[in-house]
Structure formats: structure tokens, C-alpha cells
């Protein structure tokens, strides 16, 4: 009769496993003790498993400074984020607001923003039309200001 073996947790492993590698650097850096001829096998014992603690507790501040970096460049990039998101949503509105003044071309008229401030480039058929494109940008939520570089050209 042929016996299959018990199959164990999967935590139950995993504590075999993390027990059989602390007794395994324990034994590793007791070894690599050469000032420990005349220590007993305790004491040599005693010394590896400060070692370990030292080791694990370097281990544990590094993995604390990595996350911080790691939350910190993940602010970063939200932030980051949602000033194009802002951005993106200024240039759409002043674009429809452009769009809906009969005198401008909201077609011809380039607008890009960054970090709140708008830029308009493109023809314009006159001042007044230039001055109410810069007024429409303006008013949109979340401009800074406005660079107007619309050129007024005939036709």
C-alpha cells in the first residue's frame, strides 16, 4: 500500500520555510564569526541571532524608507495628474466658449493651457474680436491669465 504524503497549509509551509532560513543564517553568521574560538556553541548562538535581529531590523528601515519614496512619488503623480486633467478641462471650455461667439473661429484659433495659463494663437478679423477672445478665456474657471498672440489679419 503506497502512503501519500499529508500536504500541509500553506502557512504551515511558509513557517517551515521562514524557521529553516533563520536557523540557516543563524548557522551562517555563526560561522562567519572567527573571533569566536573560545565561545561556547550558546554564546555563538546568542551572538548570530543578534546579528539577525541587527540585519532584520536594517532590512525593515530600508523597506520603511522605500515605501515612503514610493507614497511620496505617488503624490507626485496625482498631483501631477490633475493638473493636466485641469489643464485639458480649461483648454475644452475656453475652446466652447470661443465656439459659441459668432465673430471668432474657434476652429482657427489654437488655445493651450498650462498650469492654468492659457495661450491663444491664430487669426482674428479685428481688434475687438481679439480682446473678446482674451475676455472669453478670461472668465473661465481656473485661469491664471492669458497670453494673447492672436494676430489680427484681413478676410
Do not use: F, H, W
Amino acid at each position: 500500500m503506497t502512503r501519500t504524503p499529508t500536504a500541509y497549509p500553506a502557512t504551515s509551509a511558509l513557517r517551515m520555510l521562514g524557521v529553516a532560513s533563520a536557523v540557516a543564517l543563524t548557522l551562517g553568521l555563526a560561522a562567519c564569526d572567527r573571533n569566536s574560538a573560545d565561545q561556547t556553541a550558546g554564546q555563538k548562538l546568542d551572538a548570530a541571532v543578534a546579528k539577525t535581529e541587527a540585519a532584520a531590523g536594517e532590512a525593515q528601515k530600508k523597506m520603511e524608507a522605500v515605501a515612503s519614496e514610493a507614497s511620496a512619488a505617488t503624490r507626485s503623480a496625482a498631483a501631477n495628474a490633475a493638473a493636466v486633467m485641469d489643464d485639458a478641462g480649461i483648454t475644452a471650455k475656453v475652446s466652447a466658449g470661443l465656439a459659441k461667439d459668432e465673430e471668432l473661429s474657434a476652429v482657427k484659433i489654437d488655445v493651450d493651457t498650462r498650469n492654468g495659463i492659457v495661450t491663444l494663437n491664430g487669426p482674428v478679423k479685428n481688434a475687438v474680436a481679439k480682446e473678446r477672445a482674451e475676455t472669453i478665456a478670461r472668465n473661465v474657471q481656473g485661469v491664471n491669465s492669458v497670453v494673447n498672440q492672436l494676430t489680427v489679419t484681413a478676410g
